[in-house]
């Protein structure tokens, strides 16, 4: 799967502050990063439902909401799916490309939450899925690539994303097989 455990999300948030670039990002996106880093050592997860509804809020670049709701998307999706017998996330590694280019993976599915940058289908490893694993890949669009998105139908699709993770969060049959996740995400992503 990629980018998408705490780990990698507090990295992420950290690199949002302090890189080099923090100055193009805005005060508020910033503010919120803090807060939320601030919180992580008080809380078993970085992100919860309601910070998607603050992300949608704030008076922020569209961008900028984009990059951070998939940030909170992927941890509420691994976070859930870690309670599961059958899943195992493999992080943000450096060999992570190389080993989707390997037939090591072949008889796993690989979940495809999209581009973290935009709402592409494209992008280098979605391609790489699509190429080796076409028959073995869960993809969730949480936000249509046909549509440009603006502050109110973002915040009509964070709705359904949270109705989405309202009905996730239910399933809790954490000994079934891959089978039945792959089945559950894909009858969940239909509400998308």
Known sequence: ???????????????????????NRSNKLKQFCKMKIIEQKTKKYLFDLNSLIQVSKLEIQI??????????IRSLIINHLNNFRVFYHKNNSNDTLELLKTNFYKK???????????NTKNYPRSVLLHRFYKDRN?????FNSKTTYNNENFSN??????????DFFKFKNYDC???TIKEKLLELNKIL
Request: hydrophobic share 40%; no cysteine.
């Open 1 to 23: 799967m990629g980018y998408g455990d705490d780990n990698d999300i507090y990295k992420a948030l950290k690199y949002i502050l302090e890189s080099p670039n923090s100055i």
């Open 63 to 72: 961008d900028e909401k984009y990059y951070i709701s998939n940030l909170i």
């Open 108 to 118: 796993i599915y690989h979940l495809d939450l999209g581009s973290m940058s935009g």
């Open 138 to 142: 869960i993809r969730l669009n949480f």
């Open 157 to 166: 699709q964070v709705e359904l994303i949270i109705k989405f993770f309202n």
């Open 177 to 179: 097989d891959v089978n």
